[in-house]
């Protein structure tokens, strides 16, 4: 079974640019999550997604963050524009439900100047 | 709120030696706890997990025991191996569908040969 793909796997911009991640979850797996792990210390959850709905999402910063599920599939994250403060690594995980079980992927490793 | 403080890293071990994280929780509720491993270069992964009191998860050789009265989740493993090094994150959910999973800061863990 293939896991949680994630792209890219580096990034670096400049402050103020924007930039995109793409998470493609388990196949047939209804919950998707996005979570920024900040160097030492512990993921944060971003948003959830149930199917193509948004379940949670109290901890993105909604004037510069976005995300999106379209079709209940994949998921793409947005940072527009970036701080510095952004830089971090974005993990995408997903389960078949909410209560499951949660698959990570890499993550992608964000570094903003 | 809900919080997770596990015990600050790097923790160094020789080969074969007996592992303990500690981990300790604040919660409203009967939540379930979790210790997630995240191997270099990888994603992370629930390495085991309880859902009661008096639980005991276990998995490779790790075991954590859910202890209500000292709201404790330690990790432990008899005889590590160079290979069980990574970084040990413990969580905790109350596993209802708003609840998000809160996560510790993350133990660093170095096994030498």
């Known amino acids: 079974e293939a896991g949680v793909a994630q792209s890219p796997r580096y990034k670096i911009i400049e402050k103020r640019q924007s930039v995109a991640f793409w998470c493609n979850p388990i196949s047939g797996h209804a919950t998707l999550y996005w979570y920024q792990q900040i160097l030492g210390q512990g993921p944060k959850l971003l948003i959830q997604f149930q199917n193509n709905g948004v379940v949670d999402d109290s901890q993105l910063p909604k004037d510069r963050f976005s995300a999106e599920r379209l079709k209940g599939v994949d998921s793409t994250l947005k940072i527009q524009p970036a701080k510095l403060e952004d830089s971090a690594v974005y993990l995408c995980?997903?389960?078949?439900?909410?209560?499951?079980?949660?698959?990570f992927g890499p993550g992608t490793r964000l570094t903003v100047l | 709120g809900n919080s997770v403080t596990q015990m600050e890293g790097p923790v160094t071990l020789s080969e074969e030696a007996f592992l303990t994280i500690n981990c300790t929780y604040t919660?409203?509720?009967?939540?379930?706890l979790f210790w997630y491993v995240q191997y270099p270069g990888e994603g992370l992964q629930l390495l085991l997990k309880?859902?009661?009191?008096?639980d005991k998860g276990s998995n490779k050789g790790f075991e954590a025991t859910y202890r209500k009265e000292t709201t404790s989740f330690h990790l432990e493993k008899g005889s590590v191996q160079v290979s069980d090094s990574a970084v040990y994150f413990c969580?905790?959910?109350?596993?209802?569908?708003?609840?998000?999973?809160?996560f510790g800061k993350g133990t660093r863990l170095h096994i030498l040969p």
């Open positions: 995980a997903s389960s078949w439900d909410w209560a499951d079980t949660q698959y």
């Open positions: 309880a859902t009661k009191a008096d």
């Open positions: 969580a905790l959910s109350n596993m209802n569908r708003d609840d998000k999973i809160i």
């Open positions: 919660a409203t509720g009967y939540p379930s």
